[in-house]
């Protein structure tokens, strides 16, 4: 038995699968994870806060512009489950950091929003 080189999952959305993402991504992800989240876990703390900036500078320049596309949705996902106040707080950390992929999060949170609302599920009979 041989072993398997390529883990795939399944995506939410059509169930196909896909391959798992890079590790860049991954760390890309986990670094901005930390900074949308640093304003409820360290307060005010503007040193935190530029270490944090810096890490997610640091694994942005490092994406493919594929990767990029995946980090905008992945960023849309995580702003698109927070209310209106944490949402507004989490897009400006955002655009502190890299204003071309605020730009793009904030499109793909439109289209992601809109998904999410339940009315456009509906059926006309």
């Given at each position: 038995?041989?072993?398997?080189?390529?883990?795939?999952?399944?995506t939410p959305a059509t169930g196909e699968s896909a391959a798992v993402p890079s590790l860049s991504l991954r760390l890309a992800q986990r670094a901005?994870?930390?900074?949308?989240?640093?304003?409820?876990?360290?307060?005010?703390?503007?040193?935190r806060r530029a270490q944090l900036a810096g890490a997610a500078r640091r694994t942005l320049s490092a994406l493919s512009a594929?990767?990029?596309?995946?980090?905008?949705?992945?960023?849309a996902l995580q702003f698109a489950s927070r209310s209106g106040a944490g949402r507004a707080g989490a897009q400006a950390v955002l655009a502190r950091v890299d204003a071309t992929l605020a730009a793009e999060v904030g499109l793909?949170?439109?289209?992601?929003?809109?998904?999410?609302?339940?009315?456009?599920?509906?059926?006309?009979?």
């Open positions: 038995m041989q072993p398997c080189t390529t883990l795939v999952h399944p901005f994870a930390a900074l949308i989240e640093a304003p409820r876990r360290h307060g005010p703390d503007p040193f594929d990767e990029c596309a995946g980090l905008a949705g992945w960023l793909a949170l439109a289209g992601v929003l809109d998904r999410l609302r339940p009315e456009s599920h509906a059926t006309v009979a």
